[in-house]
Nanobody, 121 residues
Framework: QVQLVESGGGLVQAGGSLRLSCAAS??????MGWFRQAAGKEREFVAA????????YYSDSVKGRFTISRDGAKNTVYLRMNSLKPEDTAVYYC????????????????WGQGTQVTVSS
């Protein structure tokens, strides 16, 4: 079973940037995704990347502002977040999935513990 550990969250002003990291315990030849859950809301899809890193997909709410990438040598997936907005405030989770990209949380088998991102106005 793959273990995932997120880091990089914190408090940032609106318009600022953060980079989240997700370190995997072993080689992951799977699609990887980032999800987020704001207080009182359901978990929602943010971005995903396939095993090779050549295919990515984003939710409409973050497209053009966030970039997902992966470093196979380091077994790490990143989420670069620019132009942050207060509505981006949430706990961000990374997850390892199947062989293809999915926006559905049910397709992801292993989850990290989450990292808090807070964007002040």
């Amino acid at each position: 079973q793959v273990q995932l550990v997120e880091s990089g969250g914190g408090l940032v002003q609106a318009g600022g940037s953060l980079r989240l990291s997700c370190a995997a315990s072993g080689r992951t030849f799977y699609a990887m995704g980032w999800f987020r859950q704001a207080a009182g809301k359901e978990r929602e899809f943010v971005a995903a990347i396939n095993w090779s890193g050549l295919e990515t997909y984003y939710s409409d709410s973050v497209k053009g502002r966030f970039t997902i990438s992966r470093d196979g040598a380091k077994n790490t997936v990143y989420l670069r977040m620019n132009s942050l907005k207060p509505e981006d405030t949430a706990v961000y989770y990374c997850a390892s999935g199947g062989t293809v990209i999915s926006t559905s949380s049910g397709e992801y088998k292993n989850w990290g513990q989450g990292t808090q991102v807070t964007v002040s106005s």
